[in-house]
């Protein structure tokens, strides 16, 4: 399909209907900016929106696909709504993968929080600092995850993200602090290598999983 075929398609039909992009939106429960930018050829309208829209412009499923009027049948629209159905239940599969890849992970991330909570509470405040960054850490994948397996990505989840993930950080480099106020250099450079390493390999798995979830998660409107 052609986005600036059917750009020009919807827009001329709208038109013909007397109808503004507002109102247009509004039949579909979408926002204008989204008809316009379908009218203008820089988008195209999701399978889910397909079949509302082309009711809303009284047309075929056929004649929207093809973006043109045309005599059509009964089993040629039948046909194009068959493919719409698999194809949406394709996509339906898919989330269902995702969502339970992102439910295990989850699950795993929530055993090890208990597994670090009861390595705090035996050990005690030796290991409070490395107990803290890694549990941040968890958070900072996590919000993402959710907000795949809940198919829904707002702004302030990919925030709070980014910023339990300043968090860990934060506590790591505190404690870098404290050993180079206690002049306890050769421990710092045994460390460096090493800490260096963990902290770019957390930083790119945090930022994909969070672009991850904002290129596929719908947005909250």
Request: aromatic share 4%; net charge neutral.
């Amino acid at each position: 399909m052609d986005a600036k075929t059917l750009g020009n398609f919807v827009a001329g039909r709208r038109r013909e209907l007397g109808l503004t992009q507002a109102q247009l939106a509004e039949r579909l429960h979408l926002t204008d900016k989204a008809v316009s930018r379908w009218e203008r050829g820089v988008g195209l309208p999701d399978l889910a929106t397909l079949e509302p829209l082309a009711a809303a412009l009284e047309v075929s499923l056929t004649e929207l696909l093809t973006a043109r009027r045309q005599p059509d049948g009964p089993a040629a629209e039948q046909a194009v709504a068959e493919v719409l159905t698999l194809a949406a239940a394709g996509r339906q599969a898919l989330w269902g993968t995702v969502r339970l890849a992102c439910l295990g992970a989850l699950t795993v991330f929530a055993l090890a929080g208990l597994f670090l909570a009861g390595v705090l509470a035996v050990s005690g405040p030796e290991v409070l600092t490395a107990v803290a960054s890694l549990l941040l850490g968890l958070g900072a994948w996590s919000v993402p995850l959710a907000q795949l397996a809940r198919r829904r990505c707002t702004p302030a989840g990919c925030i709070l993200s980014l910023g339990l993930a300043l968090g860990a950080l934060a506590v790591q480099f505190a404690e870098l602090l404290l050993q180079v106020r206690e002049n306890d250099w050769s421990a710092l450079m045994d460390t460096m290598d090493a800490l260096v390493a963990v902290v770019v390999f957390f930083c790119a798995v945090t930022l994909a999983l969070d672009l991850l979830a904002a290129a596929l998660a719908p947005r909250h409107k």
